[in-house]
């Protein structure tokens, strides 16, 4: 800052302060009042933005979310009791079929086992 900008702020300061100090008590009152009432005035999305406001609102969506996706979404069948279905029509396949049990001891019974599991399993694959 140069010195003429020094000395208008200087003059402009003491305008202002000479100012304040010949207002009369009502005036000075009704200034504190909306200078107060100014501090006190927020935005609107100040107001919006608060924890207390979109707390509840978090929750509700939150559970409606869970709500939606537990009603609407197809359950899926166990896995582990699909396998042990599979697994068992297998061995009763084995138990009841009309070869002898010899052929559970040839290793090309296990490879049309495993074949026959991959079949059940992928039918698009399958040779």
Do not use: C, I
């Amino acid at each position: 800052m140069n010195d003429s900008d020094k000395e208008f702020e200087q003059r402009a300061k003491t305008a202002l302060d000479s100012g304040v100090t010949n207002l009369d008590a009502a005036t000075r009152s009704r200034l504190a009042a909306m200078r107060a009432q100014a501090f006190e005035h927020q935005p609107f999305w100040s107001r919006w933005l608060t924890f207390d406001h979109w707390m509840p609102a978090a929750a509700f969506a939150t559970v409606a979310v869970l709500t939606a996706t537990l009603l609407l979404l197809p359950s899926a069948p166990d896995a582990t009791a699909q396998l042990a279905l599979q697994e068992s029509d297998m061995m009763l396949e084995v138990l009841f079929s009309e070869n002898e049990l010899e052929d559970v001891g040839d290793p090309d019974f296990y490879v049309w086992l495993d074949f026959a599991l991959l079949e059940e399993e992928e039918p698009d694959h399958a040779g």
